[in-house]
């Protein structure tokens, strides 16, 4: 059974600085791998897809990392922003199906 | 593009009553998915419709909960009755399935409070 895990489960830091947050999954056997944010009250908004064979993907300041045969995965953001204050969820689809399993998340708040 | 559209968006319920949630998933999209998110047990895909077909129930906690998708356009999940072990928010998403993209696009979600 695939379990993902975050690390850490939440994050406070001053505005400016780069950070990574980590997710560890159990089975390599992942069609790929996507990391979500989600605003208090709200849905969850895709940030980043990376496919099971690709290593990262990068969008804006976000740049995600996937190493599959490892099962980890980093989210690197950089010159964080107050706006970035958020909870950053990771998932994992899982091969043969199109299941997402997610991991808790880290809750990040960015001070000014 | 509308998005991904839910209703009700709050609803507070009296235990043993039914409630229904509603999806409007986005055009063109033939994968629909039903998740809970709990603070204890976090996001749990519940069941996903592939062409309007039940194609994963695993999740579905027990019979009181059920979900239909008629339509490309509309589905529902109905508990009946409701407890209060119920009480989350459930999220309705969707997808273009293809094995080498699937972005998939959530609601906003519908919090759900069994009194």
């Known amino acids: 059974k695939q379990e993902v895990t975050q690390i850490p489960a939440a994050l406070s830091v001053p505005e400016g600085e780069n950070l990574v947050l980590n997710c560890s999954f159990t089975d390599s056997a992942i069609y790929n791998l996507q990391w979500f944010r989600q605003d208090p009250g709200k849905g969850l908004t895709s940030l980043l897809l990376i496919q099971s064979s690709q290593r990262e993907q990068t969008s804006g300041r976000l740049n995600a990392s996937l190493d599959k045969s490892s099962g980890r995965s980093t989210l690197y953001i950089a010159a964080s922003q107050p706006g970035d204050s958020a909870t950053y969820l990771c998932a994992v689809m899982v091969s043969g199906a199109q299941k997402l399993v997610f991991g808790q998340g880290t809750r990040l708040t960015i001070n000014p | 593009d509308a998005g991904v559209i839910q209703s009700p968006r709050h609803e507070v319920t009296e235990m043993g009553q039914e409630v229904t949630l509603r999806c409007k998933p986005i055009?063109?999209?033939?994968?629909l998915f039903w998740y809970r998110q709990t603070m204890m047990r976090g996001l749990e895909l519940l069941i996903y419709?592939?062409?309007?077909?039940?194609?994963?129930d695993s999740g579905m906690p027990e019979d009181r909960f059920s979900a239909k998708m008629p339509n490309a356009s509309f589905s529902t999940l109905k508990i009946q009755p409701s407890e209060p072990r119920d009480s989350a928010v459930y999220f309705c998403a969707s997808t273009l399935w293809a094995w080498d993209r699937n972005t998939i696009y959530f609601g906003e979600g519908s919090w759900l409070t069994v009194v």
């Open positions: 419709f592939n062409n309007n077909v039940p194609i994963d």
């Open positions: 055009s063109g999209h033939n994968s």
